[in-house]
């Protein structure tokens, strides 16, 4: 296959990308073809010119456009230009000498340009840019001609009307030019033919050398674009880094043999080099210290040293030159040569290209130029995944988030605002102030219903965090098997029934608060990884052994005794002295008499807007009977009793009969034998088990009718003592 052809290959290549943009491309591509095929048909270099700028006519409109092709001293440039005002061509050449103007500035940067108006351009050059675009050219589009990463030429167009170019335009400019490239690398090719030809009468065997070794390096470099055609279209395959480097290892490996690869990416924030990808493709075993995710520190090892000279490093025998502390390892797994090419985007490595053989002197100084190229190619990939990758992360963070929050905004709690004004709540509400400032550990403590949570949403919404989320956390609902995977996240296939990777709560949380209700209730196991993460503010995924660092507010809420518990060891001293650093405690109800007509007329009002009650006052003797009930369920217990009497109300006044409040367990007159909190409350539960025939959950089921969650309601029972009778069980 001889070397026009495969450069045309290559072209069409890039060509079918244009395909999908539009019907009207597909007009461009087919004249874009046609200029190819003309390319590889002629041979005269000022004959090709004539037919580009003729072809090129059909797509761009121009009033002239140029050539202008470097001299090998890359001193001046000569110029190939047709005016094309009265549709008729001429052709004329002129050296100019480099340095002012826009083709001398689009050659020496290597940039493209566009120029919408010339009378606003201080870089134009009356003198030499006349010659290039003509004296009443108003729009320039100038795109340099590159041939083996050098400016060859430029391929400039010009316009008597302003704005006449576009971006899309200078696209279709540069794959012309890329063409030219390939005719002005042939044109250097045959004139070098010729010069062989004119001295083969002095010179036969020497000829006969340079065009054996011509030809060798024409093969080679064949196969290395191939190669490179391989690999770019793997690329654009594989999106994902890990998923990339089996494909591209399998490429490279036609033109030169190696017995492993893998890619090494930087991580700044530790210094060190992360192993990301590794084909080890003769032994499942073999290289066993060297799995990906290993770590590598940068500093002393072989890959640290490419990132910081930023050019390659070749070994080729590790039994004689162990420079490295890695090299006793890779020698001890069999390795005996490596070239290692640094991964550079923009100016910056960010990781390393590797390559190894178990053979001593596998590799030549020649294949590091030609695996210079593909780390070129493997760099843009990578910058491509990570960025990918890190979408894909922000975009499932944000669909778990909405879910979320979806679900937070259905919560059982709908208070729109804090209510009272007793003394005991205004000091909270100091305290909520003061501590919300800070990102210190908040334990609220209180008895059930006293509004823990909405404490918790309130210092949250006064941080410095209210603009990222508050997640919840209800340490009772979870089952203690999956405690950790709620809290932390687990890897896929961590355990039975992991079919996916799941983001934990502390990981939702980043950046925001986390709020840790009934604290007192969470399993021993889970405690001591909560203890990491209130210390050092890292974790893990279950199944998994990255290490994950998270910037959260840690909230805390429990109505159980913690320093009892402490003592009886259900509870770990050291996580209680972490959470206790600013505890709250809540006033229960009944300390605050003076808000419960301030908290009905709030929830009267509330339900007899959403059930259209015609409800205009509440009675004072209803009034005087919720301030004299001691309210063991608190505030969830005060709406509930009020939402069911807006709902029974038929007149105009809201009354609360004894029907509604438990007086015959705490209110009688005269009874001797007061009743401690713990025994009002079971019995004020059983009483409404009794009445809901032992249903806890649904609509008409006790935790409903109390104000708890269910499963609340059923750590309660558990710590009085409460069982369903045998007689209900069956």
């Not at 971006?167 to 010069?195: G, P, W």
């Not at 090494?264 to 073999?286: C, G, M, N, Q």
């Not at 059930?611 to 919720?626: W, Y």
Request: aromatic fraction near 6%; proline fraction near 4%.
């Amino acid at each position: 296959m001889s070397n026009q052809e495969i450069n045309k290959r290559y072209i069409l290549q890039e060509y079918r990308r244009l395909l999908i943009k539009s019907e009207s491309q597909k007009t461009r591509l087919s004249i874009i073809n046609e200029i190819s095929n003309t390319i590889n048909s002629l041979t005269n270099l000022e004959d090709i010119f004539k037919a580009v700028v003729t072809k090129l006519k059909w797509i761009l409109d121009y009033d002239s456009c140029s050539i202008c092709v470097l001299s090998e001293d890359k001193n001046q440039y000569i110029i190939y230009t047709c005016f094309d005002s009265k549709k008729t061509l001429s052709l004329r050449d002129n050296q100019v000498q480099l340095g002012c103007g826009i083709v001398s500035w689009v050659m020496q940067k290597g940039e493209p340009i566009i120029i919408s108006n010339t009378k606003e351009e201080p870089r134009l050059d009356v003198f030499n840019d006349n010659k290039v675009f003509g004296e009443d050219a108003k729009s320039i589009l100038s795109v340099p001609i590159r041939s083996e990463e050098q400016i060859v030429g430029s391929l400039n167009l010009g316009h008597k009307r302003i704005n006449a170019y576009s971006d899309e335009d200078m696209k279709v400019v540069h794959l012309i030019a890329s063409q030219l490239s390939v005719a002005l690398k042939n044109h250097k090719l045959l004139e070098q033919l010729r010069k062989a030809n004119r001295e083969l009468e002095s010179a036969k065997k020497n000829l006969e050398v340079q065009i054996a070794k011509r030809t060798e390096e024409l093969q080679e470099a064949k196969e290395k674009y191939r190669v490179i055609l391989e690999i770019n279209n793997s690329i654009v395959s594989h999106l994902r880094l890990r998923d990339l480097l089996p494909s591209i290892a399998q490429i490279i490996r036609k033109k030169l043999p190696f017995d492993a690869t893998s890619i090494t990416l930087y991580k700044a924030e530790r210094d060190v080099l992360e192993i990301w990808a590794l084909e080890v493709p003769f032994s499942p075993h073999s290289l066993s210290n060297l799995a990906p995710d290993l770590e590598v520190p940068r500093e002393g090892s072989h890959v640290g040293w490419v990132i910081d000279n930023k050019k390659p490093l070749i070994v080729y025998d590790l039994l004689k030159n162990q420079r490295f502390s890695q090299d006793s390892i890779l020698l001890e797994e069999g390795i005996r040569s490596y070239i290692i090419t640094p991964l550079i985007i923009k100016e910056k490595a960010i990781g390393t290209f590797n390559v190894a053989s178990r053979e001593p002197s596998k590799f030549r100084v020649s294949d590091i130029e030609f695996l210079s190229l593909v780390a070129k190619q493997i760099a843009l990939a990578i910058d491509n995944a990570i960025l990918y990758e890190e979408i894909e992360k922000l975009k499932n963070q944000f669909e778990v988030e909405s879910v979320y929050l979806q679900e937070e905004i259905k919560t059982e709690f709908n208070f729109e605002e804090i209510i009272g004004e007793s003394r005991v709540l205004k000091k909270v509400l100091k305290q909520v102030e003061k501590v919300a400032k800070t990102d210190s550990t908040v334990l609220i403590r209180g008895e059930t219903g006293t509004g823990k949570e909405l404490i918790a949403r309130a210092i949250h919404n006064i941080s410095m965090r209210k603009d990222r989320p508050l997640i919840k956390v209800n340490c009772p609902a979870i089952p203690p098997g999956l405690i950790e995977s709620e809290l932390f996240g687990h890897e896929k296939g961590a355990f039975t029934g992991a079919i996916s990777r799941k983001i934990g709560k502390f990981e939702l949380a980043d950046g925001g608060t986390i709020f840790l209700d009934e604290i007192g209730d969470l399993p021993h196991e889970a405690q001591a990884k909560l203890l990491r993460v209130l210390q050092e503010r890292e974790f893990e995924r279950v199944g998994g052994t990255k290490i994950y660092k998270v910037d959260v507010r840690i909230i805390a809420a429990t109505n159980r005794d913690l320093e009892t518990l402490v003592k009886e060891g259900k509870f770990r001293s050291d996580l209680f002295y972490r959470l206790n650093v600013f505890p709250i405690t809540l006033p229960p109800l009944r300390e605050r008499k003076e808000d419960i007509p301030l908290l009905a007329k709030y929830f009267a009002q509330k339900y007899i807007n959403k059930l259209g009650k015609q409800i205009k006052s509440i009675s004072e003797e209803t009034l005087k009977r919720l301030k004299e009930y001691p309210w063991p369920g608190n505030i969830r217990e005060l709406e509930n009793v009020v939402e069911r009497a807006v709902i029974l109300s038929t007149g105009d006044t809201l009354e609360i009969k004894d029907i509604f409040l438990d007086f015959q367990r705490h209110t009688l007159p005269g009874n001797k034998s007061l009743q401690s909190l713990e025994d009002v409350e079971r019995e004020h539960i059983i009483k409404v088990l009794n009445q809901t025939g032992w249903t806890i959950h649904g609509n008409r089921g006790a935790a409903k009718i109390l104000g708890l969650n269910p499963s609340t309601l059923r750590s309660r029972m558990a710590k009085l003592g409460i069982k369903k009778p045998k007689l209900l069980q069956t």
